[in-house]
C-alpha cells in the first residue's frame, strides 16, 4: 500500500507542462516499466534530480523516482541515455473522495 495513495483510489493528476517536479509525486510513463498485473507501463513515485552546469548549459546527472510504499518496491534510478524512455505525464493533486 502506497502511505500517500491507498490502493484503488481515484486520484486527480495535473498535467505536467514543465518546471521542477522535486519533491512532488509523479505519473510516470517509461517503456521500461511493466506491472505484471496490470500490463501498464507507468508507475507513480516520488520525483527528485541532481543536476549539473556543464559548457552546454544544465542537464540531469541523475533522476531518482522513489516509492512511497509500505512494501519493498524499488527505487527508480535514471542516467544519461535512460531519462530518454521516462516522461513525466503528470503530478499528484488529490485523491478524489
Same mark, same amino acid.
Given at each position: 500500500m502506497n502511505k500517500v495513495i491507498p490502493n484503488g483510489s481515484f486520484c486527480l493528476f495535473?498535467?505536467?507542462? #514543465?518546471?521542477?517536479?522535486? #519533491?512532488?509525486?509523479?505519473?510516470?510513463? #517509461?517503456?521500461?516499466?511493466?506491472?505484471?498485473?496490470? #500490463?501498464?507501463?507507468y508507475t507513480i513515485k516520488e520525483y527528485s534530480s541532481k543536476k549539473i552546469m556543464d559548457e552546454e548549459g544544465w542537464h540531469h546527472e541523475e533522476i531518482i523516482l522513489k516509492p512511497l510504499s509500505t512494501n519493498s518496491y524499488q527505487q527508480i534510478v535514471l542516467r544519461d541515455e535512460d531519462t530518454i524512455n521516462f516522461k513525466v505525464i503528470g503530478v499528484f493533486v488529490k485523491i478524489i473522495q
Open positions: 495535473k498535467k505536467y507542462t #514543465g518546471g521542477s517536479r522535486n #519533491g512532488f509525486i509523479t505519473l510516470v510513463e #517509461g517503456s521500461e516499466i511493466f506491472d505484471s498485473e496490470t #500490463g501498464a507501463h
